[in-house]
């Protein structure tokens, strides 16, 4: 069998499937990477309009844009580099979720490797629709951050910094939002049913408020309750699907009289 072989593959294979895998990560980070380079200036001022309308303050040669601002001889360097990074972390961002399943798959046997492409296919549109949900949420997130600003004092903000608690946003959305495929996945290729899912349902609740308040960029409990809710969603539908996958599959493999 294919996974009996893969599962006496030596360590040092592991080792170099696992190198190559990740070669494979940066290389594609890397090359996504030219897009935010390249497109850095359109990124920024999009990114920027919670704040303040950057692309205005161009076009009209304002040398000030809102409470935003870059320091250093090498800040603007820096900036566009981070962005550029961020960004190809973002866009490469299915191709290796690919690559991290790969490393995964060679252990499953032939039928859980077709079963698996599921995984494939669903990894981009919910990692989408996650970074979706976090940009979409940014200018409400923002406002009622600033909106803790004690009275006649002034917020400025670095500009790295905001961008940097941006793109985290925008990445840790998408990413949580890859939670309902890798237990979908794990259900089809027979690694977890429904009832696993959804007996510790408490823990599992517990486990997404926990992550959602150690990884979210922000503190506000908005944004959180925001994130969480819908991941709470998510992994109810989840297990509901699991259950009923597995009373088909139940059903298939009672013999026929």
């Known amino acids: 069998m294919a996974g009996a072989k893969a599962a006496r593959m030596p360590l040092l294979d592991h080792l170099r499937e696992f190198r190559k895998r990740i070669v494979r990560s940066v290389s594609a980070i890397l090359l996504a990477a030219l897009i935010g380079w390249f497109f850095y200036n ?3 001022a999009k990114l920027a309009e919670p704040v303040c309308d950057l692309a205005l303050a161009q076009r009209t040669g304002s040398d000030t844009c809102g409470s935003l601002y870059i320091s250093g001889v090498l800040g603007p360097l820096n900036l566009q580099i981070k962005v550029a990074l961020l960004t190809g972390l973002i866009i490469a961002a299915p191709y290796w979720l690919y690559q991290l399943w790969a ?4 252990a499953l046997h032939r039928k859980e490797k077709r079963n698996s492409v599921f995984f494939f296919v669903a990894a981009t549109p919910f990692f989408a629709a996650g970074t979706f949900l976090g940009y979409a949420i940014l200018p409400l997130a923002i406002k009622v951050l600033f909106g803790f600003t004690p009275d006649a004092l002034n917020n400025l903000v670095k500009f790295d910094d ?3 608690f941006v793109m985290r946003t925008i990445l840790v959305f998408g990413l949580a939002f890859e939670l309902p495929v890798f237990l979908v996945t794990f259900n089809l290729i027979g690694f977890l049913s429904g009832v696993t899912i959804l007996r510790p349902w408490r823990i599992w609740v517990f486990c997404i408020v926990l992550f959602v308040a150690g990884f979210s960029p922000s503190a506000d409990p908005l944004s959180m ?4 809710i819908p991941l709470i969603i998510l992994y109810l539908l989840s297990g509901v699907f699991a ?5 088909r599959r139940a059903k298939k493999e009672i013999p026929l009289d």
Not at 103 to 106: D, L, R
Not at 225 to 228: E, K, N
């Open 225 to 228: 309750i925001l994130l969480a």
């Open 42 to 44: 359109e990124i920024i």
């Open 162 to 164: 905001y961008l940097d």
């Open 103 to 106: 490393f995964i798959a060679p």
């Open 243 to 247: 259950l009923w996958n597995d009373k």
